[in-house]
């Protein structure tokens, strides 16, 4: 079982640019939730997607964005970066039976310029 | 709302010390608790999770915590430090009717000397 994979690993962008991350969920998992965690910081959560509709969104803009595709792997777009939006993006995956069995991938780290 | 409060961003103890680390959270329901380690430029790993069955949780690698629901607290122990133990640790909070959204305290950094 490959558990959580996130890509890319690393990710440099300017300034008014926009991104998409991947994140592919554990074997048997339906449910993806992404979180953003700033340096020095608890990961936040940004959203959650079930049946590729949104289900849950954290308290953030609109510029951040997601998917779900039939295979239960999701993409977080972020359009118009700002320096603040450099972290490490992290995708979790659970059943939706077991809300509580949450796996966490190893993260996208973004660096914004 | 809920939220989480770990006590101490940096604590550091000696090889084969107790290692203590604190969790306090805020819920309006019951709650599911968990603690999770990260190692650097890594990702999350759960070491242990609370959901409202023994209130003695025990993890991987040798770690237990205790659910006081009078304390509000969720704090992580292990009885003898392992140089290995040295990482980041979060302690997170979700509620019964919001089960997947998951609300994460700062972090502490333990430090383990030799």
């Known amino acids: 079982d490959a558990g959580v994979t996130q890509s890319p690993t690393h990710l440099i962008k300017t300034r008014g640019q926009q991104v998409t991350l991947r994140c592919s969920p554990k074997?048997?998992?339906?449910?993806v939730s992404w979180y953003q965690q700033a340096l020095g910081q608890g990961p936040q959560f940004i959203f959650q997607?079930?049946?590729?509709?949104?289900?849950q969104r954290g308290n953030f803009p609109d510029r951040f964005s997601g998917h779900q595709f039939p295979n239960y792997s999701s993409e977080l777009n972020v359009n118009a970066l700002l320096l603040g939006d450099s972290a490490l993006y992290l995708c979790?995956?659970?059943?939706?039976?077991?809300?509580?069995?949450?796996?966490f991938g190893p993260g996208t780290r973004l660096t914004v310029t | 709302a809920q939220s989480v409060t770990q006590l101490g961003s940096h604590v550091s103890v000696s090889e084969g010390a107790l290692v203590l680390l604190r969790c306090n959270y805020s819920?309006?329901?019951?709650?599911?608790l968990f603690w999770y380690v990260q190692y650097p430029n890594q990702g999350l790993q759960l070491l242990l999770k609370?959901?409202?069955?023994?209130?003695l949780v025990k993890g991987i690698n040798g770690f237990e915590a205790e659910f006081k629901k009078s304390e509000t607290s969720f704090h992580l122990t292990k009885p003898s430090a392992h140089m290995s133990d040295a990482a980041e640790y979060f302690c997170?909070?979700?509620?019964?009717?919001?089960?997947?959204?998951?609300?994460f305290g700062s972090g502490t950094k333990l430090n383990v000397k030799p």
């Open positions: 979790a995956s659970n059943p939706l039976a077991a809300p509580y069995e949450q796996y």
């Open positions: 074997s048997g998992h339906d449910t």
């Open positions: 997607y079930y049946e590729e509709e949104e289900r």
């Open positions: 819920s309006s329901v019951p709650p599911y």
């Open positions: 609370y959901t409202s069955a023994a209130t």
């Open positions: 997170a909070v979700s509620v019964r009717d919001n089960f997947n959204k998951f609300y």
